[in-house]
Nanobody, 122 residues
Framework: QVRLVESGGGLVQAGDSLRLSCAAS????????MAWFRQAPGKEREFVAA????????YYADAAKGRFTISTDNAKNTVYLQMNSLKPEDTAVYYC???????????????WGQGTQVTVSS
């Protein structure tokens, strides 16, 4: 079992930056890739970014390219999502997820955190 705990969400203004963290514990060797998804009210959960624990491979959704950066700190078993130039449409609950393989499918991830709220005001 892999346990994931997100933190770092909050209320910010458009154009601000925010860094989300996801601390992994438990059988972390069961996962080789980590991802961030988000879910806005009334919408489906969507992929944001993914990374291998080695950090060698990353994958971004079009909405995240150029503004968001995913990274890992293997010593801390932590994954980060640096979000810059935030927009009101980035408002959502952000979830961390773990998988055996790097992918961008919601069903491709076996373990999920509880989510952290990000609200961007205009």
């Amino acid at each position: 079992q892999v346990r994931l705990v997100e933190s770092g969400g909050g209320l910010v203004q458009a154009g601000d930056s925010l860094r989300l963290s996801c601390a992994a514990s438990g059988r972390t060797f069961s996962s080789s890739a980590m991802a961030w998804f988000r879910q806005a009210p009334g919408k489906e959960r969507e992929f944001v970014a993914a990374i291998t624990w080695s950090g060698g491979r990353t994958y971004y959704a079009d909405a995240a390219k150029g503004r968001f950066t995913i990274s890992t700190d293997n010593a801390k078993n932590t994954v980060y999502l640096q979000m810059n130039s935030l927009k009101p449409e980035d408002t959502a609950v952000y979830y961390c997820a773990a998988s055996l393989a790097l992918n961008h499918y919601r069903d491709g991830y076996d373990y999920w955190g509880q989510g952290t709220q990000v609200t961007v005001s205009s």
